[in-house]
């Protein structure tokens, strides 16, 4: 089994070392840090103290690292936010080579009209990945592209463009949002591991909600549970990196709380994966 991890963006109003801290307390093997955790983001991505987290908490390294895109689209109609969206990406890639990050998530864009991709989006796209394969070469950290949730004007939401991305570009990783997929079909969740499992170096974790969106817990949801017994059917051994929202939750959850819960989900996912 690989390493179990947990986003930090579930424990997003606490400060970094706190974060790490759970984490550690809660069993997992590692962490996905989003450069937009509150705690780092608004205080100027101070990388120093990062990397004295990651120093305390040896147990949890290599982490993975989360590039920026919470309101910064790379294939964005205005070149402006384009041009941002893409420095902000590659600047990502090259802090997470420097606290010795093992994969970095990057997010593929969009169009900015919900209409599907045009010409233009598919351009910007191609220059995005150019900018991102000549960082990779720079560095010793794994890229990873994610897909996105199933909308109409989303890029790489489906597995067979996922899959010709990774074909046409043999240095880049895939980073497998399970949730995303979900939101289609169990069956697509399939088709991504048909054709991708080969380059997933991470598989972000969560179960589909009464709601119909992502990011729930895992443990008793039979659907997800189909889905990672197909991944340890496959051999998978990545990262597995729990992605929780807390707002689904009929009331906040304490530190205490979500540390309880992870621990169920890990043991959940042992269960699966043993």
């Given at each position: ?37 509150p ?9 120093d ?12 390294s ?67 990945i ?32 996922a ?13 497998l ?48 549970t ?49």
């Open positions: 089994m690989g390493r179990i991890a947990v986003s930090t963006m579930f424990f997003h109003e606490y400060p970094c070392d706190y974060i790490f801290d759970y984490v550690a307390e809660a069993g997992l093997d590692s962490l996905e840090f989003w450069v937009e955790t705690h780092f983001w608004l205080r100027g991505l101070p990388e103290d990062l990397v004295r987290c990651i120093a305390d908490h040896p147990e949890l290599p982490i993975t690292v989360h590039a920026p895109s919470l309101d910064l689209n790379p294939c964005s109609i205005n070149p402006k936010v384009a041009g941002i969206s893409v420095d902000y990406a590659i600047e990502a890639v090259r802090m997470a080579d420097r606290v010795g990050a093992d994969v970095i998530t990057v997010h593929p864009g969009r169009r900015t009209a919900k209409r599907h991709p045009s010409a233009y989006d598919f351009r910007r796209f191609e220059e995005y150019d900018r991102l394969r000549e960082a990779a070469g720079q560095t010793r950290v794994r890229v990873a592209i994610e897909n996105l949730e199933p909308r109409v004007n989303a890029l790489l939401s489906m597995a067979d463009d899959a010709e991305v990774l074909e046409q570009e043999p240095w880049l990783w895939f980073t949002d399970m949730g995303h997929a979900m939101m289609t079909s169990c069956d697509e969740v399939i088709r991504f591991i048909d054709l991708c499992i080969d380059r997933m170096a991470n598989i972000h974790v969560s179960a589909i909600g009464g709601n119909g969106r992502p990011h729930h817990p895992i443990h008793d949801d039979p659907s997800a189909r889905v990672l017994a197909e991944l340890a059917d496959r051999g998978y051994d990545g990262y597995l990196t729990l992605e929780l929202e807390d707002m689904v939750f009929p009331g906040s959850l304490s530190s205490e709380e979500k540390i309880v819960l992870l621990m169920r989900e890990l043991e959940a996912l042992d269960a699966i994966f043993s």
